[in-house]
């Protein structure tokens, strides 16, 4: 079993729409990133937490420790949104190397 | 153009050759990380520098693998004697701390043939 996993693996939706990708991890960890990377392999990083909520434009992530679950949300969604969305996470362990997860493909069709 | 950049975007050779790839960081971040993502999955840590010291490598970094960063300054990851399973994207990174967020360059996409 991987230690950080998304779901869904793919979303195809249609613009407007409310987007949720779900991340959990089984380790313990000293942040999360919300990675952004579109076709031609580029990565963006959309946020870094530890603990709440965070918000930037339409997006929006939240983590629950406790849980081992972070949730990244996408407001009235746009086709510029399509791109993959990776969950990745800083062991405590080992803590210079982020762990990724396999990633979310986001379709938003016009 | 201040980010992370990394030469080649693309990269076609045959199995067998040796191939180096080079990662130019954000010129105050003292740490480096190489990656590699294989189609559909999400990346994997290869190996980090601190510095100019390589301070780990993972077990997926085999005798073929070597990576440098000699002047604490930009880095080259080198794989010799290619084989069609290094087809892959790498990435690198580089942050100012080991605890403040990674910035990602664009990735050298290698197919090797």
């Known amino acids: 079993k991987n230690e950080v996993e998304q779901s869904p693996q793919n979303l195809t939706a249609q613009e407007g729409e409310f987007i949720t990708i779900n991340c959990s991890y089984s380790?313990?960890?000293?942040?999360l990133h919300w990675l952004q990377q579109h076709p031609g392999g580029g990565i963006v990083s959309l946020f870094m937490l530890s603990s709440g909520k965070k918000k930037h434009g339409r997006l929006i992530a939240t983590i629950n420790i406790q849980e081992k679950h972070s949730s990244l949300h996408i407001t009235a969604s746009h086709p510029r949104d399509s791109a993959v969305y990776i969950c990745a996470v800083r062991p405590l362990q080992g803590a210079q190397k982020l762990v990724f997860g396999q990633g979310t493909r986001l379709t938003i069709n016009p | 153009d201040t980010g992370v950049s990394q030469d080649p975007r693309h990269k076609i050779t045959k199995r067998g050759q040796n191939v180096t790839f080079r990662c130019d960081p954000i010129s105050e971040h003292n740490r480096l990380y190489w990656y590699r993502q294989t189609l559909g999955q999400g990346p994997e840590f290869l190996t980090y520098?601190?510095?100019?010291?390589?301070?780990?490598k993972s077990r997926l970094l085999s005798d073929r693998f070597s990576a440098e960063r000699p002047k604490g300054s930009f880095s080259t990851l080198e794989i010799q004697r290619t084989e069609q399973g290094d087809s892959a994207m790498y990435l690198c990174?580089?942050?100012?701390?080991?605890?403040?967020?990674?910035?990602f360059g664009p990735g050298t996409r290698l197919t090797v043939t």
């Open positions: 520098f601190q510095n100019e010291a390589q301070l780990e």
């Open positions: 990174a580089s942050s100012l701390d080991s605890h403040l967020e990674q910035y």
């Open positions: 380790v313990g960890i000293s942040a």
